[in-house]
C-alpha cells in the first residue's frame, strides 16, 4: 500500500503571525516566551552591575574603563544565551507550522506538545517529565502516531534527559509481547532498549534475519511468534525498519528510534509511512485471526460460534526482564578494581 504524500507544507514559508496564531490553536497562549523574559531579566541585572560597578563615574570620566570588563563580559555571555533561546524558540515554532501544514495536507493532526501517553511500550512509563513534543496522529482510520518523546531520570547533578522517535500502529487483536531488538542500534554492551529481557526468550528465525534483530518472544510462544512472523513479514521488516527497534504489545505496535526524529525532513517521512503502510498493514493482516489457544472461549455459545477471544494468557502478556550487560559489566569493573586495591595491585 503507498499513499500519496504532499511534502510541500514541509518547506515553506513562515511568518511571525503564523507562529502567534499556531501557539493560539495549540493552547500555548500569546505570551511572552521564557526567552525573552530571560533577556528582559539580562537587561536589569546589567544595569544593576553596571551602577554596581562605577559605571556611572566611567561615563562621568571619573574613573577608568577597565572596572567595567569584568561586567561587560558577564553581559555579553548572558546576551548572547538569552538570544539564542529567542532564536531557537522561534525557529522551533516555525517548525511546528510547516508540520501543522504537513499534517492538514496529508489527513494528519498536528500537536506540539502533550503529556505523553499511558502506553505500555518499553520506553514509556519510566522516569518523569515525559512529553511527547511534537508528534502526529491519523485523523481518522486506524490510529496511528509517529512522533517523538522524552523523559527524565535522576536528580541534579545526575539528572539526564532520554529522547527517542517512535511510531505506533493500533492492532485488531491482542498478541503476545514480543520484541525485535534491532542489531543495528546496539553498543558492545547489548541493548539500546531502557530494559533488558532473558535471553532463554530468544528465537530464532530462518534466512538472514537473525543478522538484522534479536527477536523475543515468552517460552513455549515460539509457535505462536512464528504464525505472526512469516517470510513476507520478516522481508518488510529487514527493508524497511532495520535501524529500529518494534515491540508488540497487547495490541499496539511500536517502533522505536534511538534518536528523535527530524520530522521536517521528507526523507524521514517516506520512510516511516512506509513503516506505518507496509509493515503496520502486514501487521495487522498476520494477525487479524490469531487466537492464544492457552485460553479458552468464555462462553459454550461463543464456542460454537467459532468467537476468537480477544485476549492472552498471562504467560504470555510480558516478556521477563533479565540483567542488563552494562549493568554486568560495571559491576565486575567495580569489584576487579576494589579486589585490586584492596590486594595493593594498584598502589
Known amino acids: ?18 507562529v502567534r496564531a499556531l501557539k493560539q490553536a495549540q493552547g500555548s497562549g500569546s505570551g511572552v516566551a521564557p526567552a525573552v523574559l530571560l533577556a528582559v531579566v539580562g537587561g536589569i541585572i546589567a544595569v544593576i552591575a553596571f551602577v554596581a560597578a562605577g559605571g ?15 561586567v561587560g563580559i558577564v553581559v555579553l555571555i548572558g546576551a548572547g544565551i538569552a538570544a539564542g533561546g529567542v532564536l531557537g524558540s522561534q525557529g522551533r515554532w516555525r517548525d511546528f507550522v510547516r508540520l501543522d501544514r504537513f499534517a492538514r495536507a496529508n489527513g494528519l493532526v498536528f500537536r506540539a506538545s502533550d503529556p505523553a501517553p499511558a502506553y505500555s511500550g518499553a520506553i514509556f512509563g519510566r522516569g518523569g517529565s515525559r512529553t511527547v513534543s511534537p508528534h502526529l496522529m491519523a485523523a481518522s482510520g486506524r490510529f496511528t502516531e509517529i512522533g517523538n518523546y522524552e523523559y527524565t531520570t535522576g536528580s541534579g547533578k545526575n539528572r539526564r534527559t532520554h529522547r527517542w522517535g517512535f511510531a505506533v500502529v493500533r492492532l485488531d487483536r491482542r498478541l503476545p509481547h514480543m520484541v525485535l531488538d534491532s542489531r543495528a542500534n546496539n553498543s558492545f554492551l547489548g541493548t539500546n532498549l531502557p530494559v533488558a529481557f532473558d535471553r532463554d526468550q530468544v528465537l530464532s528465525l530462518e534466512g538472514d534475519f537473525d543478522r538484522h534483530f534479536t527477536l523475543y518472544c515468552p517460552r513455549e510462544y515460539e509457535t505462536d511468534a512464528l504464525y505472526v512472523f512469516t517470510p513476507d513479514l520478516m522481508a518488510l521488516l529487514i527493508d524497511e525498519a532495520s535501524p529500529f527497534d518494534v515491540e508488540i504489545v497487547d495490541d499496539w505496535m511500536f517502533v522505536y528510534s534511538t534518536n528523535p526524529f527530524v520530522l521536517t525532513q521528507p526523507a524521514v517521512w517516506d520512510r516511516l509511512l512506509r513503516i506505518v503502510d507496509l509493515v503496520g498493514v502486514k501487521m495487522v493482516q498476520r494477525t487479524e485471526r490469531y487466537r492464544d489457544e492457552r485460553v479458552a472461549p468464555t462462553t459454550a455459545a461463543s464456542a460454537l460460534a467459532g468467537a476468537l477471544p480477544d485476549v492472552v494468557a498471562p504467560q504470555g502478556r510480558r516478556l521477563r526482564r533479565g540483567f542488563p550487560v552494562a549493568a554486568v559489566v560495571i559491576v565486575v569493573i567495580v569489584v576487579v578494581g576494589w579486589i585490586a586495591l584492596s590486594s595493593g595491585l594498584l598502589r
Not at 1 to 18: E, H, K, Q
Not at 56 to 70: F, K, M, N, T
Open 56 to 70: 556611572v563615574g566611567v561615563l562621568a570620566g571619573q574613573s577608568s574603563p577597565s572596572r567595567l570588563l569584568p
Open 1 to 18: 500500500m503507498s499513499r500519496a504524500v504532499d511534502y510541500a507544507p514541509l518547506t515553506s514559508d513562515v511568518t511571525r503571525a503564523d
